[in-house]
């Protein structure tokens, strides 16, 4: 389970809230996982809520299963949600009386259902991997007004790479960075985690590339194991030109692992994420 409160500062912030599962059914079949998640913006206006089926396959590269692939599909239905009666039209706003009479804007509806898919591959060892996603793929698209061009979700990319070492006395070092690209937005997130068993401390630095490359963030993290649970914090600090007015962000994760190992034995394949 996941919460993000982005900008927590303005009146209304950017909130999105996760559930995801995931279940290994057999080395042969795979996993199997499922993933909600909504978004909302801005006054509850406007509002998306996903529902994703998942499904992953790890196949050994050579013999000794010393390197490894890892293939992904998800697919899903997203529903964007937008309420007309918390926005204001130029037509219905006079200069002395205010907002007076409803929109004459042609609004098809307050709701627009899509079908969305996404695949992504790994290859990694115990030490480090790479890997690639792709959201979005089928392109889909949605419209909320009749005299409006449909709504484009662009295709988005996602590349990652990372390593796990260990320092002088023993304790687990991750370096992860991730570059993504979005149609004519592209942004690069870098870091470092200090894994102790419990707790984990991280700190990542995040900046937009290219045309508008600029400093967006950096972000502290703290995470700590309790039994089955895992519980993360983070909070980011805004270093670009809003840091004023849009100073903060946080995030709270929970996982729980559920101890199958008495009833199946699976092959082991650690990967250098967690």
């Given at each position: 389970m996941g919460y993000r409160n982005q900008w927590s500062k303005m009146k209304e912030p950017f909130q999105s809230i996760t559930l995801s599962g995931d279940w290994n059914v057999s080395d042969n079949f795979g996993n199997l996982g499922?993933?909600?998640?909504?978004?909302?913006?801005?006054?509850?206006?406007?509002?998306?809520?996903?529902?994703?089926?998942?499904?992953?396959?790890?196949?050994?590269l050579d013999r000794s299963q010393r390197w490894n692939a890892r293939f992904g599909l998800q697919v899903g239905m997203q529903n964007s949600n937008l309420n007309f009666n918390k926005l204001r039209f130029e037509d219905q706003i006079?200069?002395?009386?205010?907002?007076?009479?409803?929109?004459?804007e042609g609004l098809t509806g307050q709701s627009e259902s899509y079908f969305n898919t996404a695949?992504?591959?790994?290859?990694?060892?115990?030490?480090?991997?790479i890997g690639y996603s792709l959201h979005n793929l089928n392109a889909p698209s949605y419209q909320f007004l009749?005299?409006?061009?449909?709504?484009?979700?662009?295709?988005?990319?996602?590349?990652?790479?990372?390593?796990?070492?260990?320092s002088i006395t023993n304790q687990v070092i991750h370096l992860d960075a991730m570059y993504t690209?979005?149609?004519?937005?592209?942004?690069?997130?870098?870091?470092?985690?200090?894994?102790?068993?419990?707790?984990?401390?991280?700190f990542y630095y995040r900046r937009s590339m290219f045309n508008n490359s600029t400093s967006d963030a950096v972000s502290m993290l703290l995470g700590a194991n309790i039994g089955r649970y895992k519980i993360t914090y983070s909070w980011d600090f805004t270093v670009s030109e809003h840091s004023n007015s849009l100073?903060?962000?946080?995030e709270i994760t929970v996982k729980y692992h559920f101890d199958n190992s008495s009833t199946r034995s699976y092959r082991n394949i650690e990967l250098p994420l967690y």
């Open positions: 499922i993933l909600i998640n909504q978004d909302q913006a801005g006054a509850s206006a406007f509002r998306c809520l996903s529902f994703n089926a998942l499904y992953a396959y790890s196949l050994p006079d200069p002395l009386v205010g907002v007076y009479q409803p929109t004459q695949v992504s591959g790994i290859i990694h060892n115990e030490k480090i991997h009749t005299n409006g061009n449909p709504i484009s979700v662009p295709r988005r990319h996602t590349i990652f790479v990372g390593a796990k070492l260990k690209n979005q149609r004519k937005f592209n942004d690069f997130m870098g870091g470092i985690r200090l894994n102790f068993g419990s707790p984990e401390f991280g100073p903060f962000s946080s």
